[in-house]
Nanobody, 117 residues
């Protein structure tokens, strides 16, 4: 059973960089053909797929967030990381990590991140 767990600060100040980690257990992030994604749900809005890092360490970000998004991984920790720079209150959301891109079979429980001064 693959399990994912998000971790990071729940409160970030405007203009700072949001940084979240996703620790994976029960499966390796280097396993062929899997993509490891970040998704968010702002209050009252739909899910937004932010980006992924693939099994070959290739990355992709949704165009609207591409200039502010960086996704990386640490294979020694079986962990991948989201960094979202220059945050504003509009980046307030529940952030999820998951296995898959636009369709995911395993999800973390989510972490609330609020952008506020």
């Amino acid at each position: 059973q693959v399990q994912l767990r998000e971790s990071g600060p729940g409160l970030v100040k405007p203009s700072q960089t949001l940084s979240l980690n996703c620790t994976v257990s029960g499966g390796s992030i280097t396993t062929d053909y899997y993509y490891w994604s970040w998704i968010r749900r702002p209050p009252g809005k739909e899910l937004e797929w932010i980006g992924y890092i693939g099994y070959r360490s290739n990355t992709h970000s949704t165009p609207s967030l591409k200039s502010r998004t960086s996704i990386s991984r640490d294979t020694s920790k079986n962990q991948f990381t989201l960094q979202l720079s220059s945050v504003t209150p509009e980046d307030t959301a529940v952030y999820y990590c998951a296995r898959g891109w636009t369709t995911a079979d395993y999800w973390g429980q989510g972490i609330q991140v609020t952008v506020s001064s």
